[in-house]
């Protein structure tokens, strides 16, 4: 294997050189998990409300092709242009051909995880155009210039004081000063700004609606919200998946998704748009990247279901312990682990087996998708596909002849113990890696089937 | 009832007091426990590694040795959560579905099978029960946090009837314990971090014990806590359910 | 074969088989008191809640939190009314120094302490954002139990553009230190009309 390619393991143990801020990520991550429980407690319909969404995006997956076309007709007859990118690329070519068309250099971008997957912002700095991320998280990463670490909280994996010494390097606040109020108004002033002098916003889509056409952007910082309403043009980039069939399942859907995210019982903003202002324009690009694809993996298709919550990330121990930068995709943590190997099964053979499948995320996901499981699956298909180490191989195949044969078996485990007996030296060293940080279990004098054999008869 | 007891394969070698307890406690209970002699292993460490397609060898011999009982029974969760899950056979996929409805974990079958109401067991010792994770969410042995729904556990249950035992409360009731089969060397520093967590979890309540349904999350606890020259030792369930 | 054709090929031949929209039933208590329940909750959500009788109530709250000269944006004809400009395309950014928005809202949510507004009663889409403080207008016996019954209120009524607002603009963005006051208005007060 390349080793080139970053691999979860290397970069989760280089995340751990620093016990302290590991325990640091660890337990504001915990901390929001347990926010998530106080909130939903307080819906003795949770459970339901979970089975009713899962329900609905079922339903949505099945019929996407339709409810694509009335999305789009609808949008269509509210005055909203309607653009389908196929990839990446294409959806990057229209962003640039809208902003080109009107001459406009500068936009200001909202979040949205579907064109940090595109690599929106990259393309358009190739190609003159300037972007500013006005939620303040991505800013903030946006001027450390580092990828978002999560999906909803993206610069979760910074400490206060580095926060500070970016805002001063870039926007000239005092050295030293770490104080989350005077950074957040300093960044309001700042970005304040570049609401007002922005022809051009985008946004995300969190849900849009078939039935009517119209699209709902959550925030709670207002940010999309004052780009979209002060810009000429208004581009919303939209994973196709993130279609429902009618308005009133926005019911079942926002009272799910802050709770899940953060323990809010809704952003402090949930705007619909349906029309343009008067005389300005709303673009929709609808984007396929690979998500068909994933639709016709029948093991892997309810992924699709997923409403970018990030509860799953939250409660998941490898993520807290390891931080998002180190699944080295857009979306990181257990999600992240079953789209990305439909998107480059080689570059991300990894992320399946960042996990001990606990469980813990399909229990937290508000559409219940049945992400531990699917993490199990992906794992045969990985190794199917001529991508596990060949070290992994090979033990594996000694592995199964050893257990499919009883005489094996028990010669290979009375050895075991022998050696770990008689040359514990030969197990406890550095080459071993279990030994590196505990200690290898003490043999016993010998196996229950000896001791079996002994006793009873 | 005959039950055919199914011992996981890293108990068999390395923790045969969990076997020897599991097979007392048992016929303590009245059961008439058979011990299929050529059983080695269910498979799951190379199905969660990807290498499910390896573990047809392992089906038939598990097959083989487990045919014909009314019940089997494991002091593990994972294992039996693979066997239900994963028992699959080309030629014999019928006696593959009965046994995978007919296998189950230790706790769970005193629970739902025998009913029992008490033990004549002693431990009077504080004791931390570490909730792994299959046995919990795959099996159902105990409600999961994640969830709005009422409480319960079977192994808490069964070990509330072991006289003088005091169970300690966690921080964190059911946070995984980072063994997760090759993860645990695959992924060494995050699983040893999440060690221990949950080591350090149960000793700040004043544990004693650990003690669980699954002997890898103990084993790979216990080597946290020797290293650091701990007294706290790790206990399966059926050790102390069968202590007196 | 366009984007759009070939997208929509793909996804047919990808989707599994029909499976049902299920039925969405979620009754509310029919004995809660939505208006205590609203003022709990947009309370803990960082917004501020006054129960008032008239609207001489609110213009006088007004004069003790502005100054003299501070900008006033009012939807509301009972409390003050200041005439738009007559320059529609650079009306929403004319907005940027208001200090206060008076605006109205068509219903209140007990569960989240939500208010729901349509452009319909903003003079501008940014009014309730780009302002620095922000006062809503509603009938305490406008206030609903939870979103679903949110959604039945509003029914397929047509609207540009609709928001729930739900207190005043917040982030946690810094190591998770809650500050009010992001990009949006810095407060929000309901004013529950009796």
Redesign the interface.
């Known amino acids: 294997m390349e080793t080139e390619v970053k691999d979860h393991a290397d970069l989760a143990a280089a995340f751990n050189k620093d016990e302290d801020r590991v325990n640091w990520h660890d337990e504001t991550l915990w901390w929001i998990r347990q926010k998530r429980d106080l909130a939903v407690n307080k819906l003795p319909e949770w459970e339901l409300l979970r089975e009713t969404a899962s329900q609905i995006k079922d339903n949505v997956l099945s019929n996407l092709s339709e409810y694509l076309v009335q999305f789009e007709a609808n949008a269509q007859k509210n005055g909203v242009i309607v653009h389908w990118a196929a990839d990446a690329a294409e959806h990057n070519r229209i962003v640039l051909g809208l902003l080109n068309a009107k001459g406009i250099q500068k936009m200001v971008k909202s979040k949205s995880m579907l064109t940090e997957e595109c690599h929106l912002n990259e393309h358009l700095e190739r190609n003159g155009i300037e972007v500013i991320d006005s939620d303040l998280g991505e800013r903030i990463v946006q001027l450390a210039k580092e990828p978002p670490s999560h999906i909803v909280l993206p610069c979760i994996h910074k400490k206060k004081e580095e926060i500070g010494d970016l805002f001063h390097l870039h926007l000239g606040t005092p050295a030293g000063n770490a104080d989350p109020q005077f950074l957040t108004e300093t960044a309001r002033i700042h970005l304040r700004e570049t609401f007002l002098t922005r022809r051009a916003a985008l946004t995300g889509v969190n849900f849009a609606i078939a039935e009517t056409g119209e699209f709902v952007v959550c925030t709670n910082e207002g940010n999309a919200d004052m780009g979209a309403h002060l810009a000429e043009i208004h581009i919303a980039s939209m994973g196709m998946e993130k279609i429902i069939p009618q308005r009133r399942h926005l019911g079942v859907f926002l009272r799910l998704l802050t709770r899940s995210a953060t323990g809010q019982p809704i952003t402090t903003y949930s705007s619909h748009f349906s029309k343009p202002r008067e005389g300005k324009e709303i673009h929709i690009i609808i984007v396929d990247n690979g998500r068909s694809k994933q639709l016709g993996r029948e093991d892997f298709r309810n992924s699709l279901k997923c409403i970018r919550c990030g509860a799953c990330m939250n409660t998941c121990p490898v993520y807290r312990r390891s931080g998002g930068h180190s699944y080295h995709n857009a979306i990181s943590g257990p999600i992240g682990a079953i789209l990305a190997p439909n998107l480059d099964m080689e570059k991300f053979a990894d992320l399946p087996f960042a996990s001990t499948l606990c469980g813990s995320c399909s229990n937290v996901c508000p559409v219940k998708i049945d992400i531990h499981q699917q993490l199990y699956k992906w794992r045969q298909v990985i190794v199917q596909n001529g991508y596990a180490p060949v070290a992994k191989k090979a033990a594996m195949k000694v592995m199964s002849l050893t257990l499919s044969s009883p005489l094996a078996y028990h010669a290979g485990g009375k050895m075991g113990r022998l050696v770990m007996k008689y040359a514990p030296f030969a197990l406890n060293n550095k080459f071993n890696p279990w030994y590196k940080q505990r200690d290898m279990p003490e043999p016993p004098k010998e196996s229950f089937g000896e001791w079996y054999n002994k006793n009873r008869k | 009832m005959n039950v055919g007891l199914f011992?996981p394969?890293y108990?068999?070698?390395?923790?045969?007091?969990a076997?020897?307890a599991t097979?007392q406690l048992l016929e303590k209970l009245g059961v008439t426990v058979g011990?299929p002699?050529?059983?080695?292993?269910c498979?799951q460490?190379?199905?969660?590694?990807?290498?499910?397609?390896?573990?047809?060898?392992?089906n038939?011999?598990f097959i083989k040795n487990f045919e014909g009982f009314d019940y089997i029974v494991a002091p593990s969760g994972s294992c039996v959560l693979h066997v239900q899950e994963h028992l699959h056979s080309h030629d014999h996929e019928q006696a593959a579905s009965t046994i995978s409805k007919r296998v189950y974990e230790l706790s769970s079958f005193l629970t739902d099978v025998l009913k029992v109401q008490s033990l004549p067991s002693k431990f009077p010792h504080k004791v931390g029960v570490h909730q792994s994770?299959?046995g919990q969410?795959?099996l159902h042995l105990s409600q999961?946090?994640?969830?709005?729904?009422p409480y319960y556990s079977k192994p808490g249950s069964l070990l509330n009837m072991v006289e003088g035992i005091e169970l300690i409360p966690l921080n964190?009731n059911?946070?995984?314990c980072?063994?997760?089969?090759?993860?645990?060397?695959?992924?060494?520093?995050?699983?040893?971090?999440?060690?221990?967590?949950r080591v350090d979890d149960h000793l700040a309540h004043g544990a004693e014990y650990i003690t669980g349904v699954d002997m890898s999350c103990l084993?790979?606890m216990?080597?946290?806590l020797?290293?650091r020259g701990s007294k706290v030792k790790v206990l399966h369930l059926a050790e102390i359910l069968n202590a007196e | 074969m366009t984007a759009r054709n070939t997208i929509l090929a793909a996804v047919k031949a990808s989707q599994p088989a029909l499976k049902p929209l299920p039925d969405v039933y979620f009754p509310a208590d029919e004995n809660a008191d939505l208006k205590a329940k609203f003022t709990e909750i947009l309370t803990t959500i960082g917004g501020k809640v006054i129960t008032a009788e008239g609207s001489e109530e609110i213009a006088a709250y007004i004069k003790t939190i502005t100054n003299f000269g501070d900008r006033i944006e009012s939807t509301v004809d009972e409390v003050y009314k200041i005439v738009a400009e007559e320059n529609p395309s650079l009306l929403p950014h004319s907005l940027q120094n208001t200090e206060l928005a008076v605006i109205k809202a068509h219903f209140g949510v007990a569960e989240n302490g939500a208010v729901w507004i349509t452009e319909d009663l903003l003079s501008q889409r940014v009014l309730p954002f780009i302002t620095q403080h922000l006062i809503v207008v509603l009938n305490a016996a406008d206030i609903v139990a939870n979103m679903h019954q949110a959604y039945e209120r509003i029914g397929d009524r047509r609207y540009g553009f609709g928001t729930f607002i739900a207190g005043p603009s917040k982030t946690a963005d810094i190591e998770q230190s809650l500050v009010l006051g992001a990009h949006g208005s810095r407060s929000m007060t309901v004013f529950l009309m009796r």
């Open positions: 011992i394969c108990v068999d070698q390395f923790y045969p007091g076997a020897i097979l011990y002699k050529n059983q080695t292993c498979g460490p190379m199905a969660n590694s990807g290498f499910e397609h390896l573990t047809g060898g392992c038939e011999l994770c299959h969410r795959g999961m946090s994640e969830l709005v729904a964190r059911d946070e995984c980072g063994f997760g089969g090759t993860f645990c060397v695959a992924e060494e520093a995050v699983s040893v971090k999440m060690g221990k967590d084993m790979h216990e080597g946290i020797n290293r």
